[in-house]
């Protein structure tokens, strides 16, 4: 089946550093991916819409000069997280797929110290 | 946008008992409903999945419901098992793909 690769699975950052963090579909081509915030014992809350080609579309209340989200090929999507605070720290996941079922990713802890 | 509301937040169950979970949701344009759960720090594992133009699904222990006129979708857990304890999240998407999640339910199974 469709397989989505998310890296890293965990990462530690000092408080005003950048993360990425990269999404690769292994076996399909994913012109969308839908990128994920999960906060401890909360349900996961659609951050942002990455097209191939074209710029990301952000859900309401998400910065996006904050979270910058690149999909440059139709393999590969990434998340930056910049000047990460330890607020950001938080489990991201991404996500392929429409109406015939979905792909996610293996998320990554990130944890701003 | 779409919104999914979801209750209980927590449940606890005698093992042999059955479980129901509800969901709602707000766009009626929503037309695929699937059911995930979640161990603790992994990606959401799909269990059960509905489509807009069927009005009941079951896979083994495993059932779920939708009622398009009150947008409203509930999962229903036979025979509970103690590995059956998990988080639960159900979700909603429409044509524009996004994927929009329920607020969980935490269940628990005792022996």
């Known amino acids: 089946g469709a397989v989505v690769s998310q890296h890293p699975s965990r990462v530690i950052c000092k408080s005003g550093t950048s993360v990425k963090i990269e999404c690769r579909s292994l076996?399909?081509?994913?012109?969308?991916m839908f990128w994920y915030r999960q906060f401890p014992k909360q349900s996961l809350m659609l951050m942002a819409t990455?097209?191939?080609?074209?710029?990301?579309?952000?859900e309401q209340g998400v910065e996006k000069d904050k979270f910058l989200i690149n999909h440059a090929s139709l393999t590969l999507s990434t998340l930056t997280v910049t000047s990460a605070h330890p607020e950001d720290s938080s489990f991201y996941i991404c996500?392929?797929?429409?109406?015939?079922?979905?792909?996610f990713g293996s998320g990554t802890r990130l944890t701003v110290v | 946008g779409e919104n999914v509301e979801q209750h209980p937040s927590t449940l606890s169950v005698q093992e042999g008992d059955s479980a129901v979970i509800k969901c709602t949701y707000s766009?009626?344009?929503?037309?695929?409903f699937p059911w995930y759960k979640q161990e603790l720090g992994k990606r959401p594992q799909l269990i059960i999945d509905?489509?807009?133009?069927?009005g009941e699904k079951k896979d083994q222990r495993i059932a779920v419901t939708l009622n398009k006129t009150a947008k409203h979708f509930s999962l229903h857990i036979t025979e509970t098992q103690p590995e059956d304890s998990a988080v639960y999240f159900c979700?909603?998407?429409?044509?524009?793909?996004?994927?929009?999640f329920g607020t969980g339910t935490r269940l628990q199974v005792f022996p």
């Open positions: 076996d399909f081509q994913a012109t969308t």
């Open positions: 990455s097209n191939e080609g074209s710029k990301a579309t952000y």
């Open positions: 766009d009626s344009a929503s037309n695929y």
């Open positions: 979700a909603a998407s429409d044509n524009t793909d996004k994927l929009i």
């Open positions: 996500s392929a797929g429409g109406g015939a079922g979905y792909t």
């Open positions: 509905i489509r807009s133009n069927v």
